[in-house]
């Protein structure tokens, strides 16, 4: 690079710095992707090895949401309904996500730390409720993110390229069609 496209450049870091909005305005999610994606490119690795870090930030990131809404319906909702299935749904995805940070921490996959952009926005849309319509909206939004985190996990129960998140997967398939059938009966309770 010539002299002055270097001294442009530097000119231009501390703009593109200001621009970029710092780190707090990161979204987890891609953050996540990005350091597991420039971890295996270094290691020379699959476009399966790829999906299946992939999968684990997506899966975290819903699971992390499914808590975050129900934590908030457990103190908003105003059926008794809707509180017990956001109990039930606590402690599923609890569990499921401990056991994706324990794999992920095994397989060297970086987890986003927070709700994506998207998801914040949704949680923000749900708190903003009251009374019926927060309980609609949530079991909306929840049989939404439950449908979601349940068709990826099936695919790859057999797609993933790692034994060990297919194994997680099919584990984890089976809690997420409970609360499949958990979300449909509470929408149905819900609205009549």
Request: with cysteine.
């Amino acid at each position: 690079m010539p002299i002055s496209g270097r001294i442009c450049a530097l000119l231009l870091l501390p703009w593109l710095g200001a621009c970029s909005g710092g780190e707090s305005n990161k979204d987890p999610i891609f953050e996540a992707k990005f350091q597991n994606e420039k971890r295996i490119g270094s290691e020379n690795v699959t476009k399966r090895q790829i999906q299946d870090a992939e999968y684990m930030v997506e899966t975290a990131s819903r699971k992390m949401e499914l808590l975050e809404i129900s934590q908030i319906a457990q103190r908003k909702a105003a059926s008794a309904d809707a509180r017990y299935a956001a109990q039930n749904v606590i402690n599923q995805a609890t569990s499921m996500l401990n056991d994706i940070k324990n794999l992920a921490q095994q397989k060297g996959v970086v987890l986003p730390t927070g709700l994506g952009e998207k998801q914040a926005e949704q949680v923000g849309e749900l708190t903003a409720l009251n009374n019926a319509a927060f309980d609609q909206k949530y079991a909306a939004l929840l049989q939404s993110v439950v449908d979601q985190d349940l068709d990826a996990t099936d695919d790859m129960t057999s797609d993933a390229y790692n034994a060990e998140i297919r194994a997680m997967a099919s584990r984890q398939l089976a809690s997420l069609q409970d609360l499949k059938r958990a979300t449909e009966v509470l929408h149905d309770k819900l609205n009549p």
